[in-house]
């Protein structure tokens, strides 16, 4: 048996940094990682995503060139071998960057293996045993595949599987209308497939606010991309071209399916009944407002803890447990304002409370919309749909929520996530004297329109 100061399962976006942490105080870590250091993001999420959009993009602005009074002769064809390869260097970038930071530690034993539990302290591991006092889990998440009718019968792609393409598909159905959904629909619609988005629900995006999914909607449906909504009996069966896919009265002739319907955590496998530790109905690890499991010595950071789906909430889960442990300090999960970004074109920044959200806790609320129509940095790049919007409370003067979906919707909304960081009250902002030109000179502006609604 070996022992160590400290386990930590899963090397995505807490792991590594919380080992590194532990290491740089005289401690010894095994950091065990069932498949590629980075974890989601680096490898199937965030950065090859991300790549791929932005290749997207390059082919949208060159067939739209002519409205800028550039045009390209001939048509813009998209090499997709070329846009994989790119992908593909990004992820392998950052995975070589990663070993080489980690590997290259004194006190650090990166193990690749499939880590079980066989007690509270102790862990197998390609046939070893390791123990320690602490035990990190930064396990993950993976696609959920849902038992619809047919989907035995076919082929589908994942969100994982979908980014090694390197062939255009002639109809890509999406299954699932979220996050994950809306930006392969739209990245594959401007590659030059066609794209239908099929949702169980009534709307894309269905925590966001109504007006924001129906805007979403006619983004998509601007480019060409068929939204079937209520779609309350799907199912597939091959046929001679592809999948013939049902969605509520319509059948499409897909060539390729892409499920995303939502990911499940990868706890189900990792032995949790040895070591006591409880988990939700979803398989979720449950824990503290520290991150610490029902097991002392046992924490769960990002994905399977079920406190974000995000890259950034994974690392803030690492920041919060080395603040505790390491530097005596008292960070809580619970403090955290929810931010997140949807990375269609263009995009969604979002922070806080929706007014829905807002109406039901029953305050007392302000709110205030802006069309990008008007505002000057949108008009100058051509680049007007969408729109801003933020709730505030009436009575305290604090920012309660915000989306931005518009142009660089993603960088603006920062400044709101750093002034309900920092409880700035939203008069305050008002006597900011922002850049000009920029989308974000608009925020005191905003905020200048704030106006009582009904709870």
């Known amino acids: 048996m070996k022992s160590f100061d400290a386990i930590v399962i899963g090397a995505g976006q807490a792991g590594p940094s919380l080992a590194a942490r532990m290491v740089d105080k005289g401690m010894k870590v095994a950091l065990i990682e069932r498949k590629f250091l980075g974890g989601t993001c680096v490898n199937a999420g965030c950065m090859p995503t991300k790549t791929l959009v932005a290749s997207a993009r390059a082919a949208h602005v060159a ?48 193990i690749y293996g499939h880590a079980r539990f066989e007690d509270p302290k102790t862990v197998s591991v390609n046939g070893e045993t390791l123990t320690a006092p602490r ?25 994982t599987s979908i980014i090694h393409l390197d062939t255009l598909p002639r109809h890509l159905a999406v299954i699932g209308g979220s996050y994950i959904g809306l930006e392969f629909a739209q990245m594959y619609r401007r590659f030059g497939a066609e794209v239908s988005v099929i949702e169980h629900g009534p709307k894309l995006a269905s925590r966001e606010d109504e007006d924001i999914s129906d805007v979403i909607a006619d983004i998509l449906r601007s480019e060409g991309i068929g939204v079937h909504t209520d779609a309350d009996n799907i199912a597939f069966a091959s046929n001679g071209s592809g999948v013939s896919v049902t969605a509520g009265s319509a059948t499409i002739d897909a060539s ?7 990911r499940k955590p990868n706890t189900d496998d990792l032995g949790l009944d040895a070591a006591g530790v409880t988990t939700d109905k979803r398989g979720f ?12 010595g046992i924490w769960a950071l990002g994905d399977c803890n079920g406190h974000g789906a995000f890259t950034h909430t994974s690392y803030n889960d690492f920041e919060i447990t080395a603040a505790n442990l390491l530097d005596g300090d008292d960070r809580k999960v ?46 100058e790049r051509g680049e007007t749909k969408g ?56 925020i005191p502006t905003l905020l200048g329109d704030l106006k009582p609604v009904q709870p």
């Open 256 to 262: 390729h399916v892409l499920i995303a319907t939502g």
């Open 387 to 442: 729109f801003m919007k933020v709730i505030a409370d009436a009575e305290t003067k604090q920012i309660l929520g915000a989306a931005i979906l518009g142009i660089e919707g993603d960088e603006v909304i920062h400044g709101l996530i750093d002034a309900m960081n920092a409880g700035t009250t939203y008069p305050a902002l008002q006597w900011s004297v922002p850049i000009h030109p920029t989308v974000s000179e608009l």
């Open 285 to 296: 690890i449950t824990v503290d407002d520290g991150l610490a499991t029902n097991v002392e």
């Open 334 to 379: 619970s403090s955290r304002i929810p931010a997140y970004a949807l990375y269609i074109d263009p995009p969604l920044g979002r922070v806080g409370m929706t007014e829905k959200q807002a109406r039901e806790s029953g305050r007392r609320i302000t709110v205030s919309t802006r069309p990008m129509s008007r505002v000057g940095r949108a008009n």
């Open 63 to 110: 067939r739209n060139g002519a409205a800028y009074g550039v045009k390209i002769p001939g048509e813009i064809a998209v090499d997709m071998k070329v846009v994989r390869a790119r992908a593909e260097t990004v992820t392998m970038n950052a995975r070589n960057g990663l070993i080489g930071w980690l590997t290259g530690m004194a006190g650090m034993s990166v």
């Open 135 to 159: 035990i990190f889990l930064n396990v993950g998440a993976r696609p959920v595949i849902p038992d619809l009718p047919g989907i035995g019968d076919i082929d589908y792609l994942t969100s």
